[in-house]
Each structure stands twice: as structure tokens, then as C-alpha cells.
């Protein structure tokens, strides 16, 4: 009788198997799922136990701060309310999270996926998670409040050679401690506008460092010219005929400027704008789904190929058509030439630092790619350099510090205008947008943005 | 080495587990280690040893690992019962000197295990009067629907857990004298071997009674764990692998039935297919979803003993019954896979030592009792991980040795106790002409 019983074990050892086959199911291959099961409350009551890291501006004003309850449990608090809600975001039991709480949640929440980490869980859970030192000023983005006036738009600013996000202003802005009535759409990373003239900033990037054209090449400036077939009309009809390309940026001729896109063609075009970083989410420290791409947009808001038969590259080349960009796109592109050709990625966070002071993680900088020459670079800061002193962009003018930039006024079509500034000093770069304006320039209304921006960043 | 003294020596290991685990637990709750880790290690160490001085005089050669594994067992139970509430922990370790009484008990009252055949039918009877106890007007209660408790004034027990105990003897038994009978008087009939009806009669009395269990006590996990102990003693009886295909599809049947004709049953297994469902996810669901949940937390390593949540922040529970049925799911939220895993390695180290008993035994009727007693064990252990880890349904048996539950320490500790006298037996050294060493 003993087969049976060794039988009978071995169909024991199986049974047992099975449970720890399903206990793995549920603790490790399947456990993400059952953590994110809208039924799961286990995890946002668990994070109200843990005294989430504090978010501090670059000058350590408190961005969020905790508030203890009962029961050792915290809330957040954020002192600085809708003044930085677009960037930091909120955490909730009932909304979840967004922005910088989303982000890097894990820090946030003491959570570390390394060996120490796995270590540290087996003596108990951390209980106070890791500090968040931005980048973000406090002037500035009230600067960036102030001009914006309330209209809605967006104004971001960038350090030029870390890529480091001094500024990320969007109206409307919410109310960070009430999630359930906040309109989150940020204007900064998410609104898809026509870029207008500030996009020939990107054509002059392509035409100077493919070697095709000069800051003394000469384009055809003529009003009522044909592009792709059908005539454009350049700002107040007027003619400018021959020019070089310095004037032709200066004054902001889109029918120059088109034929200079139309010259390069879509291959060139498109080229560029990948360097640049349109097509793409911004390497940014912020959640993907709160940030889109830039690009030529199809009729059912789906991304064109810059090759596509549909891309009027012409009209492309002066930011009009099926072109649409983000505030943060632009900002990118103001930062690439100011830093001689180098794009850098944008970063919210400076570094990461633990209850006990010490820093953990610094993720500046980093570079994202060489999009041109510097010499082209060096042109190009040049001739944006007219604009403001002598051009569209004289609004943006600084006491005692160069400022290059480009304008843009961007026909939506039904009468408004999306009004738009780039530029740059030695140190920031920034944009200006203001969505759906009657009336106004980009020169007139957005420029002066900029300078207060750059202004209050100590320029 | 003496079988006695490598059990004296097994049993440092679960002493040195019970006083880590409650020192962890302090060092959760309070932040300083008090002496109290210290005090409860020691009368534990104090119980085992009483234990084990007990066995070197009355079963000297039993197996040696059997008393100290379970002592693994109730010790890590203390810890984690401790850890969910210390009242519960204190009646539980009086449950375990209580345990511990009854095991000493039945070592000295069955000395011999032939007085259990000639109690068979008694025994038997008592069996199937307490399994069916629970549905007597008055003293049966039901919990979540199915029937598992009796409560005679301020006394409440499960009599599920002794009857399991009684149904196994009676098989062992039984079978001991028909094996023969069942294996040589089977007709082959379609290539099946059909074994004679007027023996076979009995055993299809068990059918039923599992059966009447799902209508009755309207609980498919306690069914299956007697149903499939009684399969597996007719199979080591009978080594005929279609007897048990058999019983297995005729239990199947009646299982299929009972699930789509008793609404109770029905909802148990709706539930398990699909535990997230919005209609019952906050209700009856609410067990199952709240237990993988509680497992997801747990990872590879656990939260860590004592760091594991048990309640939301407005008292509500996230892990239902922690002490007795998700007992596991707080094992596993706090000690991980790997924890897991470990309690799962004792259970099986211990069905093997249960498994070997058999072997080694001499006589039928002890070989069956080993391996009917090991087999009834190792499936109450699957039937709850497997509910709680959502391998079947979710039902009410309690984990041996570990849950919260005096019905059950006792039971159990009786179930250890006839498997050491089968083993004492078994190892006994051949003496003079007497001697009889079944194995080598």
C-alpha cells in the first residue's frame, strides 16, 4: 500500500504548488493590476499615513507642505495655492494625482525601488518620504501672473544651458485643495495653438545650418505671392520686394519666409523639427498625459507626418496651416538657439533629498540633442537680436542686457488671434502666449510678458 | 542521535521564531523592545519543553520533527494573531495549554489503537452528528451563509474540526477490512473496474453525506476537504486509480448541480470567478478582493510584521476575519511571497513526516489512519490558501494550527496525536521474537 501514499504525497506536493503559484499571481506578476483596481483603497490609505516629501521652490518657499489629522495621518496643504497648481499639481484620495505629486510619487511617498529600498521594507514601511527641491521662482511665475492679467495663455521660462523650468505659468489656473472642481488643462504643455511668426525662428534654424542660405541671402519679400498654389499676404499687405534674411526676420515677412520653407522642402523641414523636439512628449519631468506633442496636426487631431501630402510646407514655415505648437515647445526652441545650438531637456526638479538632508537624486542637466551648429546658432541669436532692438519685438527691450526674440500674431480664423513671444537673454529663455486675442500683436501684447518675466528672473 | 533528542533540538528554531517575531511586533508599536517578547518566548519554550519531556516518556520512538513543526506552526499563529489583536493572542495561547492537555490525553487514553476500531460505528455516528450539529434549531449558527458553528450559551465551537478526525478513523477502519473484498470482487465493465455494489454501499453513504454537506452546511470547501479524504484513503486501500476517477466525477456532478441549483453555492462560485464585479465587489466580494489586495501589497518581501494595514482610516475593515479565514492574506501582506512560501514548505515538511508515518507503518489499518489523517490535513491547508488566493471559492476552514480558533487547536492537536501513536508504533525497534520492521 505504499505506492498509493507516495502517489498521494507527490499529488500533495502539486496542490501546494498550485498555491504558491497563485500566492505569486497576486504578489508579484499580478500585483500592479490589483493596485491599480479602482476598488483598491489600500494604497491612497496607506500614502495618508506617510508624511509625503515637501515640493519647495528654488528659493525654499514651501510649494506643498503636510498638515497632520488624527490618527497620524497628513493632508496636504499648499501654501502657495494657484500660483504654482499647474506645476506641482495635487494628490488626492478621491481624484488621485497630477503634475509633480504624480510624477515622482514615489519619492514623494519614501519609495525606492533598489536593493536598500527592498531592505529598508522589510524593517517596516518608510514613513516620511523624500523632499522635492524645483527649479521654479517665485518671482517669476508671479510675474508671469501678473502679465498674463487673467487672459487665458501661458508663459514658460527656461534656464539656457541647464534647460532648468524657472517659470511654468497657464490661466486659468485652479484651486490646488479643491480637485474635484479644478479645470487642470494646462495651457503650458497641453494647448496646441498655430505658432505664427515664432516659428520662423525654427525655418531660419533649418536655412542657416543646411548650408542653403545666409543671413545675407536674398528672398523675395513680394506681397500676394503664390505658396503652394494659392497667394499670401504678408502682415498689412505690405511689399517688401527684395531682402536679405536678416530684414526678412526683422520685419517678420511671411512671404519671405515661405518661400525660404518652400526652398528647403519638406524633407529639411521635417528634419529640423524633430531636432527641435516637435513629434515627440517633452522630455520632461512631468506626467506624459498632461503633456502632448507639436507638430502638423491632421483634421481628426491626429499627428502629420511633415512629409505628408497634406503639410503645406510653406505655410507651415511661418507657424500657419496645420502647424500647432505648445508654450513649452516654443520655450524649447528659444532655449536651443540661446545655448548654441543645443536643446535641453526641461526639468522641474533640481534635485531629491531625503528627511535626513542628504541629496539622493539630481536630474539636471541633461542634454537632449544638438539641433544645429553653434556658428549657425550664433547667427541666427543675431538676427533675432534685431527684432527687439529694431523690429517687431522692441516691446521686449531690457535696460542693460541684449535681448533676442521673435513675434508672432496667429490667425485662428474666426477674427482672434493667438499672440506669441520667444526669446532670450544670455541666461533664460522664454514664451508668451496669449490664446484668442481681439486686437493686439504678439509685439504688443506678449513681448512685454516676456520682459517682465525675465525681468523679475534678475535680468 | 535519539529520535527524542533531535526533536528537543528542532524545537530551538520555532522558540527563536516566536520571540523574532513578537520583538519585531514591539519594535512596530512602540519603538522600544520591552521584556514582554522575551516573557512569551520562554513560556512558550516552557510549553514545548513540558511537550517534549512528555513524549520521551510515553512515545519514545515516534517521529521526532512532527511535535516540533507544529510547534513552528503555533508559534508563527501566536505571533500573527498577536499582531492583529493581543487579547485574541492570549486566549489563544490558553487554547494551546488546553491543546497541548487534550493532546496528552488522547496519547494516554488510546494507548493502543485497536480500541479505536472496536469504537468504529460510535465513532462514526459521532462523526456525522457533529458535522450535521450546526443545523440543530437553537444551538447552529451561520456565518456568511454557511453553516460551521454551534453555540451552547457562552460556548461556541465547530465541530466541522473533530468530525473530520472521526470520519477518518471510521474509514481507516472500514476499509481495512473491505479493501480485499472491494479490489478482488470488482467486475471490469466497459474497461472500467466497478467494484461490488454490496460493499461499495458504504462508501456511497460518504457520497451522499458530502452531498447532503453542500445542501446542509452549504459549504463546498469543508466538502471537498472531507470528500477528498475519503478518496484518498480509498485509493491507498484500494490502489485502484479508477475508483477515485469515480468518486472524483460523481463529486464533480454533485457539485455542478448544487452550484447552479442552491443560490448560496451559486454566489460562492459567481464570487469567485469574478470577485471585482461592481454588484457584489462591496458586499459578498468584498472578503476575496480585500484579500488580494492585501496580498498585492505584500510583494516579494512583505510590508513588514505589524506594518501591514488592517483598517481604513474610518475604522472600516480592509482585511475581513484576519485571525481566522484571511489569515494567510495578513501572513502574505506582511511577510511577502517569501513568507508565504515558508508556512507553505512547514505544512508540506509536515504532511511528508504525516505521509512517511504511513510507510513506515506495519499494520492496515494504522497505515490508513496516517495517510487518511495527512490527507484530510494537507487539504484543509488547500482548501482555505486556496480560497483566500482564490485557487476555489473562499470558504470558512480554519488554517491548523495558526487561525484563531479553539475548536480547531484542539482537533488538530488530537489529529497529531493519533499520527504519533501510529509512528511510536511503526519505529518501534524490532524486540525479541516480536519484532516487525515493516520497512528497511
Given at each position: 500500500m505504499n505506492k498509493p501514499v507516495v502517489r498521494l504525497f507527490a499529488l500533495v506536493i502539486v496542490l501546494f504548488g498550485v498555491l504558491v503559484a497563485f500566492t505569486s499571481r497576486w504578489t508579484v506578476f499580478e500585483a500592479e493590476a490589483l493596485r491599480d483596481n479602482p476598488n483598491n483603497r489600500r494604497l491612497l490609505f496607506e500614502e495618508q499615513l506617510i508624511k509625503r516629501g515637501i515640493i519647495r521652490a528654488a528659493d525654499g518657499q514651501v510649494l506643498a507642505g503636510n498638515r497632520p489629522l488624527p490618527g497620524e495621518r497628513f493632508e496636504r496643504r499648499y501654501p502657495t495655492g494657484e500660483l504654482f497648481s499647474h506645476p506641482v499639481g495635487y494628490t488626492s484620495l478621491e481624484r488621485g494625482r497630477i503634475g509633480l505629486e504624480e510624477f515622482y510619487n514615489d519619492p514623494l511617498t519614501g519609495r525606492r525601488n533598489d536593493a536598500i529600498g527592498a531592505l529598508e521594507r522589510l524593517l517596516g514601511p518608510q514613513k516620511v518620504g523624500d523632499d522635492l527641491r524645483t527649479t521654479l521662482s517665485t518671482r517669476a511665475q508671479q510675474a508671469a501672473y501678473d502679465g498674463l492679467g487673467g487672459r487665458n495663455g501661458a508663459v514658460v521660462a527656461l534656464d539656457v544651458k541647464s534647460g532648468a523650468v524657472r517659470v511654468m505659468a497657464a490661466t486659468p489656473t485652479f484651486d490646488p485643495t479643491d480637485p474635484a472642481n479644478a479645470d487642470t488643462f494646462n495651457r503650458a504643455t497641453q494647448s496646441l495653438l498655430a505658432p505664427g511668426s515664432t516659428m520662423k525662428v525654427v525655418t531660419a534654424a533649418a536655412a542657416l545650418d543646411s548650408g542653403r542660405f545666409t543671413p545675407n541671402s536674398t528672398v523675395d519679400g513680394s506681397n500676394g505671392k503664390a505658396i503652394s498654389g494659392t497667394p499670401l499676404e504678408n502682415f498689412g499687405g505690405e511689399d517688401f520686394g527684395q531682402v536679405d534674411l536678416t530684414t526678412a526676420l526683422t520685419n517678420s515677412i511671411n512671404t519671405a519666409w515661405a518661400s525660404v520653407g518652400e526652398a528647403l522642402g519638406k524633407e529639411t523641414m521635417g528634419e529640423y523639427l524633430r531636432k527641435f523636439g516637435f513629434y515627440e512628449d517633452p522630455p520632461m519631468d512631468y506626467p506624459d498625459d498632461q503633456m502632448v506633442p507639436s507638430g502638423e496636426y491632421g483634421p481628426r487631431g491626429r499627428l502629420l507626418s511633415p512629409t505628408s501630402d497634406q503639410v503645406d510646407v510653406g505655410r507651415m514655415a511661418i507657424g500657419q496651416d496645420k502647424l500647432q505648437v505648445t508654450p513649452l515647445q516654443m520655450a524649447t526652441v528659444a532655449q536651443t538657439v540661446a545655448n548654441g545650438g543645443v536643446r535641453m531637456e526641461p526639468r522641474l526638479v533640481e534635485k531629491v533629498v531625503d528627511?535626513?538632508?542628504?541629496?539622493?537624486?539630481?536630474?539636471?542637466?541633461?542634454e537632449a540633442e544638438r539641433v544645429m551648429s553653434r556658428e549657425s546658432a550664433d547667427q541666427l541669436a543675431l538676427m533675432m537680436r534685431n527684432v527687439v532692438e529694431q523690429g517687431t519685438g522692441t516691446a521686449a527691450q531690457l535696460e542693460g542686457v541684449d535681448v533676442s526674440g521673435k513675434t508672432g500674431t496667429a490667425e485662428v480664423g474666426d477674427g482672434t488671434d493667438n499672440l506669441w513671444f520667444i526669446g532670450f537673454t544670455g541666461r533664460f529663455a522664454v514664451a508668451a502666449m496669449l490664446e484668442r486675442q481681439t486686437g493686439g500683436t504678439g509685439g504688443g501684447n506678449a513681448a512685454p510678458i516676456a520682459a517682465q518675466v525675465l525681468q523679475a528672473l534678475g535680468e | 542521535m535519539s529520535a527524542r533528542n533531535r526533536e528537543l533540538l528542532a524545537l530551538v528554531p520555532a522558540s527563536l521564531l516566536l520571540t523574532a517575531g513578537f520583538a519585531a511586533i514591539f519594535i512596530q508599536e512602540s519603538e522600544v523592545l520591552s521584556d514582554v517578547s522575551l516573557t512569551y518566548g520562554a513560556i512558550f519554550l516552557g510549553l514545548c519543553f513540558a511537550g517534549h519531556l512528555f513524549l520521551r516518556f510515553t512515545l519514545p520512538d515516534a517521529d521526532p520533527y512532527m511535535f516540533p513543526l507544529t510547534a513552528v506552526l503555533a508559534c508563527f499563529g501566536l505571533v500573527v494573531i498577536y499582531r492583529i489583536d493581543e487579547e485574541l493572542a492570549r486566549e489563544q495561547a490558553q487554547w494551546f495549554v488546553l491543546g497541548l492537555g487534550l493532546f496528552a490525553a488522547t496519547i494516554l487514553l488510546v494507548r493502543d489503537l485497536r480500541v479505536l476500531e472496536r469504537y468504529r460505528y460510535t465513532i462514526a455516528l459521532a462523526g456525522l452528528v457533529l458535522l450535521f450539529l450546526p443545523r440543530v434549531p437553537g444551538i447552529g449558527q451561520q456565518v456568511n451563509g454557511a453553516y460551521l458553528g454551534v453555540g451552547i450559551g457562552p460556548i461556541s465551537f465547530q465541530p466541522a474540526e473533530f468530525s473530520k478526525i472521526a470520519i477518518i478513523i471510521f474509514l481507516a477502519s472500514y476499509l481495512r477490512d473491505t479493501r480485499q473484498v472491494l479490489v478482488q470482487g470488482s467486475r471490469r465493465f466497459l474497461g472500467v473496474t466497478i467494484p461490488p455494489l454490496k460493499h461499495f454501499g458504504p462508501l456511497l453513504v460518504v457520497w451522499g453525506a458530502a452531498m447532503l454537506m453542500l445542501v446542509f452546511i452549504r459549504d463546498l470547501g469543508s466538502s471537498l476537504m472531507y470528500f477528498g479524504g475519503f478518496l484518498a484513503l480509498l485509493y491507498v486501500a484500494t490502489n485502484r486509480l479508477s475508483f477515485v476517477t469515480i468518486g472524483l466525477v460523481l463529486f464533480g456532478l454533485g457539485a455542478w448541480f448544487m452550484a447552479s441549483t442552491v443560490s448560496h453555492v451559486q454566489d460562492r462560485v459567481d464570487i469567485w470567478l469574478d470577485p471585482f464585479n461592481p454588484r457584489w465587489v462591496e458586499k459578498e466580494g468584498y472578503q476575496i478582493a480585500q484579500s488580494l489586495f492585501a496580498q498585492a501589497d505584500g510583494g516579494l518581501f512583505g510590508t513588514g510584521l505589524g506594518a501591514s494595514l488592517l483598517r481604513g482610516p474610518n475604522g472600516e475593515s480592509l482585511i475581513p476575519a484576519p485571525h481566522t479565514d484571511l489569515i494567510y492574506a495578513v501572513i502574505t501582506s506582511e511577510l511577502g511571497l517569501v513568507g508565504a512560501c515558508g508556512l507553505i514548505l512547514v505544512y508540506m515538511m509536515l504532511a511528508e513526516r504525516g505521509f512517511r508515518t504511513a510507510m513506515l507503518a506495519s499494520d492496515s489499518f494504522s497505515k490508513l489512519l496516517a495517510a487518511g489523517l495527512s490527507a484530510v490535513f494537507a487539504l484543509q491547508v488547500f482548501v482555505i490558501v486556496g480560497g483566500v488566493t482564490r485557487v476555489i471559492p473562499l470558504t470558512g476552514v480554519t488554517l491548523p494550527f495558526v487561525s484563531y480558533g479553539g475548536s480547531s487547536i484542539l482537533a488538530n492537536f488530537v489529529l497529531l496525536a493519533l499520527l504519533l501513536l501510529v509512528s511510536d508504533r511503526a519505529r518501534r525497534p524490532a524486540r525479541g521474537a516480536a519484532g516487525r520492521r515493516g520497512l528497511r
Open positions: 528627511p535626513d538632508g542628504r541629496t539622493i537624486d539630481e536630474p539636471l542637466p541633461e | -
